[in-house]
């Protein structure tokens, strides 16, 4: 094998390079997954994704974020990969990932997918230690008493009353990196903006600020919902665009929004050894 087609795609500027491996494996590792994301040597994305075949589902999707290492789950990324089946012809999806199946419909458009239950105990998170998750007991430069979810890979959700007067992109290493968390987190600051509306920006494990976070949309709509800060269903705006997030407690959350391909090429592995 010396070359592989793959497809750009993006949910919002969540960046994403797509390899097509049902046909033909591909052997991908964390050194070779951060080469291809790289923006300057490589092709450039925010998660690089693999799709295999699956015998429990109609894909299996694995996700890579820019730093190569591997992860369960990708909202924005879960959107593009039933657009890719949806010009297949499969308007419905089910989507195996390392954090379950997930069901999925388009419309060639935008796409919902069912995310699942969100989980909401410390070791479920996980933590490193048992506390309170509806509001955590500690603070780092300012934000304070977080909620944790896991819908899949975990987050931490702060609500402020000023977003923009917070340097996510100085305290989201931090946090990500804290003990506090053995398998990193992803960290999302929130602004309510009406009963039905917020605005976020979220600092994502492996791969920093990013333009849109589906999880990271996930886990803050269900947070504000739960803490009954705005109804179902919500709005999410963050820097690429909105996501339409409903849910209700011990239902499943539906995220909805857009799926767009940028443009589709090959690559050749004699430079990503």
Known sequence: MTRTAFKKMHGLGNDF???DARAQPVAMTATRAAALANRHSGIGCDQLILLEPSARATVKMRIFNADGSEVAAC????RCVAAILGREGLAESRIETAAGLLEATTDGQDATV???????????????YAMDTAAMPVAWDGLS????????????????KDLDAIALGAVGPLIEHDPLFPERVNVNVAQVTGPNTLNLAVWERGAGLTQACGTGACA??????????VQSPVTVSLPGGDLVISWAPGEPILMQGPATFVFEGEIDWAHFP
């Open 17 to 19: 390079v797509i390899l």
């Open 145 to 160: 008493a977080p909620m944790a979810v896991n819908v899949g890979n975990p987050h931490v959700v702060f609500f402020v």
């Open 220 to 229: 803050t709509a269900v947070a504000a919902i739960r803490q009954g800060k």
């Open 114 to 128: 069912d995310m699942g239950t969100p989980r909401f105990a410390w070791e479920d998170i996980p933590l490193g």
């Open 75 to 78: 909202g924005n990324a879960t």
